[in-house]
């Protein structure tokens, strides 16, 4: 048993270590352009070690496998050759990754991904921009990598002879398939393994330096392959004439709705707390603070969410991107860090310190690296809190403990300051420590209710108050009851701007999407919001096409003034209609999902 577990022992390190080496070759090659010192070099090692200790793991699988057979049949010529052409191929395989990783990030600044296999059908326009030299000096180096790659699995030979405790060894065996499962999957928290999890750092080539370039392959494969869909309705120039009616990104004439153009901005998603729990529905005993803060301040009475999961939703506030039916922008880091996102342009043009703040896992669907690359230069999370507060909530540190730590951040920053925040209490299994209401639902809606009273509370008498203007939004709605997904009210969502920047209370009747936000506050604060394409200054004199886009599981609702449909991709129907307009609603949301898939996919 000794021998295997040493054998064993050795291939996962072997792995384990041509991982790190790679890393530290990657940055010595890519070096040109990127300034980076000894400690950095160390800080993407050990930052980058939890995606490399998972997928190790997926090499060390068949060698542990193959394991077990020789507890009972010993080290066999056939269980040796099987063996052998596996270390070649992944010799060979982990080779072609660290060298063209290393080769393709100077043109591509970004990580090794399936996008390089479309280059195979096209060979000459991809080696258009290097020479025959240095092709060749790279397979000289393919060549020679794999051979010691293979070497360091295959010597020296070890001889695992028939076991003499069978049975024991192979229950010891079968009980650490989990454990190697679990590895894999990167714990048992909610979030697995991804790419974002490395993410540590404001400067992107340590972050890439830091992401295992196999896994990075395999994951963006997996992406390409099942999710980065291209919705085709109609021809280009169609799709591109209702475009150009539908967004309009100018501001002119907008209403004057702050007291300065530089307030520090609080934006809290409001997690799930759709319009079926508000005012909106006629419900004053769910969000009673809600409900007054909505005519305290600036309130946007027809705006609708743009999506169903808080990954999307999150992405639509902040980058103003429309939101896909069968697909997470967040989850594809490749194409999320091109967006543009209000933290970032704040920083960059204003100056402003940023900081983003959530209770649960930020490695959570890609989170981490979203948010470092729009522009968040700190981020607190559940690993910041004690061992006590993480546990105070299926998903993390509950509401009253980070709207405590909102609190703290925003008295303790620099001013100009963006603070992004993402509540979590209010999502299954409802665990929250108060019991108002019977309904287990909407108790946890009155609980964030009551965290957000008690916040702007105490905001109102903090001396950042006169200067701050705090957005509450929800990230999106949830079905509830009889109302369903798709369905009317549960994508109508409250959007209220409160806060002493605020000029005065103002109800904003403006059919609208939270994807119009970036526009809609950059119009307030004289910043030119062109990169935002799909987002809309829904106070300027330009918008006049009033519409709201909403997309779920394979299928989409859409709202004008008038009329509203919710159609279903699956049936090719429409499950829900009212108004005249529902043909026209179609068109144009076919149009947007055309539009935003082809912005995408040539990102």
Same mark, same amino acid.
Not at 392 to 402: A, H, L, N, P
């Given at each position: 048993m000794k021998q295997r577990v040493l054998y064993l022992l050795k291939v996962y390190l072997w792995t384990l270590a041509l991982f790190i080496i790679a890393k530290v070759c990657f940055m010595i090659a890519c070096?040109?352009?990127?300034?980076?010192?000894?400690?950095?070099?160390?800080?993407?090692?050990?930052?980058?070690?939890?995606?490399?200790?998972?997928?190790?793991? #997926?090499v060390f699988t068949l060698p542990f496998l193959c394991s077990l057979v020789t507890i009972w049949c010993g080290d066999t010529k056939p269980l040796r050759w099987l063996l052998n052409g596996y270390y070649g191929i992944i010799s060979v395989a982990l080779a072609l990754a660290f060298v063209a990783d290393t080769s393709l990030y100077p043109f591509w600044s970004f990580k090794l991904d399936a996008s390089c296999l479309q280059y195979l059908d096209t060979p000459t326009e991809a080696m258009a921009s290097v020479t025959t030299g240095y092709i060749l000096l790279r397979l000289v180096i393919l060549v020679i990598l794999a051979i010691l790659i293979f070497l360091g699995y295959t010597l020296p030979h070890w001889s695992l002879k028939r076991s003499q405790h069978r049975i024991l060894e192979t229950l010891v065996g079968l009980a650490c398939i989990p454990l190697i499962v679990i590895?894999?999957?990167?714990?048992?928290?909610?979030?697995?393994?991804?790419?974002?999890?490395?993410?540590?750092?404001?400067?992107?080539?340590?972050?890439?330096?830091?992401?295992?370039?196999?896994?990075?392959?395999?994951a963006s494969f997996e992406k390409t392959a099942s999710n980065n869909t291209v919705y085709e309705f109609m021809d280009d120039e169609q799709c591109q004439q209702l475009i150009a009616e539908l967004f309009n990104t100018g501001s002119t004439g907008s209403?004057? @709705?702050?007291?300065?153009?530089?307030?520090?901005?609080?934006?809290?998603?409001?997690?799930?707390?759709?319009?079926?729990?508000?005012?909106? *529905?006629?419900?004053?005993?769910?969000?009673?603070?809600?409900?007054? @803060? *909505?005519?305290?301040?600036?309130?946007?009475?027809n705006c609708y969410g743009n999506t169903w999961r808080t990954d999307r939703g999150t992405v639509c506030t902040w980058s103003g991107y429309p939101s896909f039916p069968t697909m997470s922008v967040m989850k594809i880091p490749a194409k999320s860090r091109t967006l543009p996102n209000m933290a970032r342009t704040l920083v960059e043009k204003r100056g402003y310190n940023s900081a983003y703040l959530y209770g649960g896992d930020i490695n959570f669907t890609n989170m981490r690296s979203y948010l470092i690359t729009g522009g968040f230069q700190t981020l607190k999370w559940k690993e910041d809190y004690t061992s006590e507060e993480q546990e105070?909530?299926?998903?993390?540190?509950?509401?009253?403990?980070?709207f405590e730590s909102l609190f703290?951040?925003?008295?303790?920053?620099?001013?100009?300051?963006?603070i992004g925040y993402s509540t979590l209490s209010s999502h299954q299994?409802?665990?929250?420590?108060?019991?108002?209401?019977?309904?287990?639902?909407?108790?946890?809606?009155? #609980?964030?209710?009551?965290?957000?009273?008690?916040?702007?509370?105490? @905001?109102?008498?903090?001396?950042?108050?006169?200067?701050?203007?705090?957005?509450?939004?929800?990230?999106?709605?949830?079905?509830?009851?009889?109302?369903?997904?798709?369905?009317?009210?549960?994508? =109508?969502?409250?959007?209220?701007w409160v806060g002493g920047a605020v000029k005065e209370p103002r109800r904003i009747e403006q059919v609208c999407n939270q994807t119009d936000l970036p526009a809609t506050l950059f119009g307030q604060l004289g910043l030119n =919001?062109?990169?935002?394409?799909?987002?809309?200054?829904? @106070?300027?004199?330009? #918008?006049?096409?009033?519409?709201?886009?909403?997309? #779920?599981d394979d299928g989409f609702a859409m709202y004008d003034s008038t009329s509203f449909v919710n159609y279903d991709?699956?049936?090719?129907?429409?499950?829900?209609?009212?108004?005249?307009?529902?043909?026209?609603?179609?068109?144009?949301a076919k149009a947007i999902l055309q539009a935003a898939s082809k912005d995408l996919n040539e990102r």
């Open positions: 070096r040109e352009g990127h300034e980076f010192s000894g400690s950095d070099m160390w800080d993407v090692i050990t930052h980058g070690l939890s995606l490399d200790l998972s997928t190790a793991l #997926y590895g894999i999957r990167g714990g048992l928290s909610e979030s697995t393994t991804n790419i974002g999890q490395v993410y540590f750092s404001q400067n992107q080539f340590l972050n890439h330096a830091a992401v295992n370039p196999v896994f990075s392959f395999m209403d004057t @709705l702050l007291t300065t153009q530089t307030p520090n901005i609080i934006l809290i998603l409001l997690e799930g707390c759709g319009g079926e729990f508000t005012e909106i *529905a006629g419900r004053n005993d769910v969000t009673p603070n809600l409900n007054r @803060l *909505a005519h305290e301040g600036i309130y946007f009475t105070t909530s299926q998903w993390g540190v509950r509401d009253d403990i980070t703290e951040m925003s008295s303790s920053m620099q001013q100009p300051f963006v299994p409802w665990d929250v420590p108060i019991h108002q209401l019977d309904d287990e639902v909407l108790n946890a809606f009155y #609980y964030l209710d009551q965290c957000v009273g008690r916040f702007i509370e105490k @905001l109102r008498q903090s001396a950042v108050w006169k200067n701050t203007l705090v957005i509450l939004l929800p990230d999106h709605g949830i079905p509830y009851k009889d109302i369903q997904e798709g369905g009317k009210l549960v994508n =109508h969502i409250p959007m209220i =919001h062109d990169e935002f394409t799909f987002s809309r200054d829904v @106070l300027s004199t330009t #918008y006049t096409q009033p519409f709201a886009i909403n997309t #779920y991709f699956i049936g090719n129907r429409v499950v829900e209609s009212e108004g005249p307009n529902v043909e026209l609603l179609i068109q144009r």
